[in-house]
């Protein structure tokens, strides 16, 4: 089935490879970007041809619903619009704008295509908020499923045509075909899919976020105890076979001593706690 597709925030960087990957499988897709000068660039790209790429400030209502009411029929709207360098970075009036694009602009295009999408069973896709934990957008990020298997699931099916997730659960199906690797979060290309760039590669720039898995003790095991049980565990990474599996699943061995599982450790605590205070996340 030929799916429309519109694409905001399409003219570089992860949005312009959503909008290839899309036309890759034989959809049809409008892209957007903010300036004249910025869709000129893209459609000159000899990758993009046959991506429909017109100009659209995503902050003016009535030119989102104009652009979104001129298009029949809508299967897939992903939001790419608003995507930026790490907030930390930016300044407070910078910030003001970054947010009216990302919060504002995407309620506005969602709002415009939601009843449209609904009838055709089609679907939203934030991907400015689904980046937002890797240091871009800044808005919540919309959900449709209840946890990583059943969004898999969704991906494989054909219902949602992007999800973030581990190799362990994704590379199979990649392998298989079921599945395209746009991107990997980590800062160097992963070792089993070589061809497959980072996010930072694709454009998103200071991205680097990996799901890790650590062995822990309770906190009054004597000190004697830790380093037996390090060594052992570091002479278990050695093994050909436990190297293998590992690598199979599509993980890579971080060895290294308590000390450093410690600095580690406070590391990833402090950069999710920046992140939960900056997005200002709360559990329902």
């Known amino acids: 089935m030929v799916r429309q597709v519109f694409i905001t925030g399409a003219t570089s960087g992860i949005g312009e490879a959503i909008a290839q990957a899309f036309q890759a499988e034989g959809d049809q897709v409008v892209a957007s970007g903010a300036t004249e000068l910025e869709v000129e660039n893209a459609s000159q790209k000899s990758a993009n041809a046959g991506i429909d790429f017109r100009v659209l400030d995503v902050r003016d209502l009535a030119a989102v619903q104009g652009m979104v009411g001129s298009m029949a029929e809508l299967d897939v709207v992903v939001n790419c619009a608003g995507i930026i360098q790490r907030s930390i970075e930016l300044e407070p009036e910078a910030f003001a704008r970054t947010i009216d694009?990302?919060?504002n602009g995407t309620m506005r295009v969602c709002a415009a295509a939601r009843e449209g999408l609904k009838a055709r069973r089609g679907c939203i896709i934030n991907t400015a908020s689904m980046l937002s934990f890797f240091g871009g957008g800044l808005v919540p990020g919309y959900s449709a499923s209840k946890g990583?298997?059943?969004?898999?699931n969704d991906v494989i099916g054909g219902q949602v045509p992007l999800f973030f997730g581990n190799l362990?659960?994704?590379?199979?199906?990649?392998?298989s075909g079921k599945l395209r690797a746009l991107a990997v979060t980590s800062g160097t290309r992963s070792p089993i899919l070589p061809d497959v760039p980072t996010l930072s590669e694709s454009?998103?720039?200071g991205t680097e976020i990996y799901e890790w898995n650590a062995i822990f003790t309770p906190a009054n095991t004597p000190e004697p105890v830790m380093k037996k049980l390090a060594a052992a565990f570091q002479q278990a990474l050695e093994s050909p076979?436990?190297?293998?599996?590992?690598?199979?699943?599509?993980?890579e061995i971080q060895k290294g001593n308590p000390e450093q599982a410690k600095?580690?450790?406070?590391?990833?605590?402090?950069?999710?706690?920046?992140?939960?205070?900056?997005?200002?996340?709360?559990?329902?």
Do not use: C
């Open 101 to 103: 694009i990302n919060l």
């Open 148 to 152: 990583g298997g059943p969004a898999l």
């Open 168 to 175: 362990a659960s994704t590379l199979q199906h990649v392998q």
């Open 203 to 205: 454009g998103l720039k």
């Open 241 to 251: 076979e436990v190297k293998a599996r590992i690598a199979q699943l599509g993980g």
């Open 263 to 284: 600095k580690f450790i406070d590391q990833q605590t402090s950069l999710w706690q920046r992140v939960i205070k900056e997005r200002n996340i709360t559990t329902e």
